[in-house]
């Protein structure tokens, strides 16, 4: 079946400092979605990206759908303490309605 | 905004309990799903449902069914629960079939079996 693969896995990092994420797979998707999951809550979208080569930005939040369709970045400017939690990238392929996940980062900025 | 809720966020029941799991959705969405997600696994789907009465084994159906009388509501149950099966439980909802359509998720159960 599709997989995904995110990486990094975990990341320490100073506030004020950028960050950058990635997702790759072995099969092509049509959406690439990224969440952000704070402890003991379910998972918030973050951005949507519909078109390969598509690049969105929600505040200090950049995404890109690569343009292969295999890949999907996500990038945090200015980071700040709140940014804390596990990020999860996420595929909408062929099998209509079912997501593929990545394994999740997780981030932790220290003041 | 999507609402997605779930009926409890902490959950404490017995081995061989059947445990049910509730979730509900505002927003007139086709699709639901459940997940479980574990440390170092991620996020597993269990079961979803494209309409009323529907639903689809996901990767992981052993020891779970569902079930979807109306179409805001669906519902996760475990007809005898096991300690396996202590986890953080996740309800998803999408608007309609096709691949552009996006998840929204509820705030989690988390269910400890003892």
């Known amino acids: 079946g599709q997989q995904l693969n995110q990486s990094p896995q975990s990341m320490f990092i100073q506030e004020g400092e950028d960050v950058s994420m990635n997702c790759t797979s072995s099969s092509i998707f049509n959406t690439w979605l990224w969440y952000k999951q704070d402890p003991g809550e379910g998972p918030v979208l973050l951005i949507a990206l519909y078109k390969a080569g598509e690049l969105t930005s929600n505040g200090r939040l950049t995404a890109q759908f690569g343009i292969t369709r295999k890949d999907s970045f996500l990038n945090i400017s200015a980071s700040i303490p709140s940014d804390v939690g596990i990020y999860f990238c996420?595929?909408?392929?062929?099998?209509?309605?079912?997501?593929?996940f990545g394994q999740g980062t997780i981030l932790t900025v220290h003041p | 905004d999507v609402k997605v809720t779930q009926s409890s966020r902490y959950l404490v029941k017995r081995t061989g309990e059947k445990v049910f799991l509730e979730c509900v959705q505002d927003?007139?969405?086709?699709?639901m799903f459940w997940y479980r997600q574990d440390p170092g696994l991620g996020l597993r789907l269990i079961y979803f449902s494209y309409d009323v009465k529907m639903k689809e084994k996901g990767d992981i159906p052993e020891g779970y069914s569902v079930s979807r009388e109306k179409k805001e509501r669906f519902s996760l149950i475990l007809e005898s629960a096991s300690t396996n099966q202590t986890s953080m439980y996740l309800c998803?909802?999408?608007?309609?079939?096709?691949?552009?359509?996006?998840?929204?998720f509820g705030p989690g159960t988390r269910l400890t079996v003892l």
């Open positions: 998803a909802s999408s608007f309609e079939q096709g691949t552009t359509d996006t998840q929204y």
């Open positions: 996420a595929g909408l392929g062929t099998s209509y309605g079912k997501l593929t």
């Open positions: 927003m007139d969405h086709e699709n």
